[in-house]
């Protein structure tokens, strides 16, 4: 049977080739420039630019404190309106995302980086567009929800179980060069600058990429087409009404609740960003010191990301001892970087910090090095919690409803601790509930990892492609029977 032929059959469900028991059904490969164009890791690289040129320039203009402006309150206040909305959206994203499919989604979420870099834009030109900028912040929240979800579930689903650390990591590694790169703008055109904000020629350069970013999800390929590297098939979403999409979320929770005990470490997940960028980074440098900070920081992710996905795919050891050697790695950097950290954090208050620390001060060396593990720690957190939802699912319908909780949740936080930064609570708070809230969710995690966690995901697991059109979850035997899931 020819590739295309192989496309055109409905075939629904998939096991992965380490699967026990009866064998997948294998499926051609592509060859030549289509089998490179729907290769995964293709795809995964292509929707790693997708986030390079939104997502990831966000980063890098959020990275120099206070969105590369002097007075941190606005920012911190378009940085709450954003995450607020991102949460509301996002838990319900996943249903979005099913039925619109995920290129589609990826569209419609990535134009809203071109809106918010371009009020900031417009904030340098007339200093009092502030209500703009809170107001692009809020639509960015709603675009996010559906871009993160949708990047989430193809992430997720397109390598095989052995492999998924890997691809995450190609994601991060890509998505964090938008970062890089946009820091190194940044960072070239404020080298010498006296002033305490970023110039025009900064965001007019973030938002001609985030425009050229917008175009990129319609040049993937289409799901139903692939067929992952051991030759078993990508089950996509099976475009079914509104209603059984939101059952589907309500089924998710209550036949996986295990995915209940992440939800502490999903809302720690950019709880972080806020002391990093405003307590640290925004209050003890200045410009060109914030600029390089910035800079080193997205390249120390992608060094984070790279050595996580190695560590969690590690071909000797089995599933669930890589599920505890990721845990147990993540839990020793938490406070690592926490306990040195704290004796940067009680040197200085929102009153005494002076923005004054500059790269030839001797002071720097120290702290520069602290936020470089900073932005690993970062990497190690977010590749961590990608690859435990990946270890309870393939399914791109379920794990688009695991992204949107783990978005909903991680903007919740966020957007409870931007406001905080916007009401200037003091910093050393900030910090406390930071180390708090991390050690806290690797805490309530654990448990999900001795108990959810298993060598290979069996079609028992996987409740939401065993359920019909009507809503209704099939058993196990039936779902085989009409071929929605294999043994």
């Not at 995964?40 to 997502?55: D, K, R, S, Y």
């Not at 991102?86 to 979420?109: D, E």
């Not at 050891?317 to 926490?338: D, I, N, P």
Request: aromatic share 12%.
């Amino acid at each position: 049977m020819s590739a295309p032929e192989l496309v055109a059959d409905q075939e629904k469900g998939y096991r992965s080739s380490s699967d026990e028991g009866a064998a997948p059904v294998v499926h051609e490969q592509y060859t030549g420039i289509k089998g490179l164009y729907y290769s995964p890791t293709t795809q995964v690289a292509m929707l790693g630019f997708v986030c390079f040129m939104g997502p990831g320039l966000f980063n890098a203009l959020n990275g120099l404190g206070a969105g590369g402006q002097v007075d941190s309150t606005t920012n911190s206040n378009a940085n709450t309106a954003l995450y607020s909305t991102f949460a509301a959206v996002a838990f319900f994203a996943g249903s979005i995302n099913n039925m619109l499919g995920p290129r589609l989604t990826l569209l419609i979420g990535s134009m809203g980086y071109c809106l918010y870099i371009g009020s900031y834009l417009a904030m340098n030109i007339h200093p009092g567009a502030g209500g703009f900028v809170v107001a692009a912040g809020a639509i960015l929240g709603i675009c996010a929800g559906l871009l993160w979800t949708a990047q989430g579930s193809l992430m997720m689903a397109y390598p095989t179980e052995n492999d998924k650390g890997k691809y995450i990591a190609i994601f991060w590694g890509v998505f964090n060069m938008g970062g890089v790169v946009g820091a190194a703008v940044a960072c070239g055109r404020n080298w010498n600058s006296t002033a305490g904000a970023v110039d025009n020629g900064t965001y007019i350069g973030f938002l001609v990429l985030t425009l050229i970013g917008v175009s990129i999800p319609m040049l993937m390929a289409d799901p139903a087409k692939m067929i992952r590297t051991d030759g078993t098939r990508v089950q996509t979403p099976r475009q079914l009404s509104w209603k059984t999409e939101i059952k589907g979320l309500y089924v998710t929770l209550v036949t996986d609740p295990m995915v209940l005990l992440l939800f502490p470490m999903f809302f720690a997940s950019n709880w972080f960003y806020t002391w990093q960028f405003s307590g640290f980074n925004s209050a003890i440098f200045d410009i060109r010191a914030r600029s390089l900070n910035n800079l080193l920081y997205w390249i120390s992710q992608i060094v984070g990301s790279v050595l996580t996905g190695l560590l969690l795919d590690t071909p000797r050891l089995s599933r669930r001892t890589r599920a505890y050697a990721g845990w147990a790695s993540l839990f020793l950097m938490v406070f690592a970087v926490h306990i040195w950290g704290y004796f940067y954090q009680r040197q200085y208050t929102r009153a005494t910090a002076t923005a004054s620390i500059d790269i030839y001060d001797a002071e720097y060396v120290g702290r520069v090095f602290f936020y470089v593990l900073c932005g690993i720690l970062d990497a190690m957190w977010q590749t961590t919690s990608y690859w435990l939802m990946g270890a309870m699912s393939n399914d791109p319908s379920k794990l688009a409803f695991f992204a949107g909780f783990y978005k909903s949740l991680q903007s919740a936080g966020a957007a409870g601790i931007w406001r905080a930064d916007a009401v200037k609570i003091p910093f050393l708070n900030m910090f406390a509930s930071t180390w708090g809230l991390l050690a806290g969710g690797l805490l309530c995690a654990l448990p999900m990892l001795i108990i959810r966690v298993k060598n290979h995901t069996e079609a028992d697991d996987e409740i939401l492609a065993r359920m019909d059109k009507d809503g209704h979850v099939l058993s196990t035997e039936e779902a085989l029977a009409k071929g929605q899931v294999n043994a």
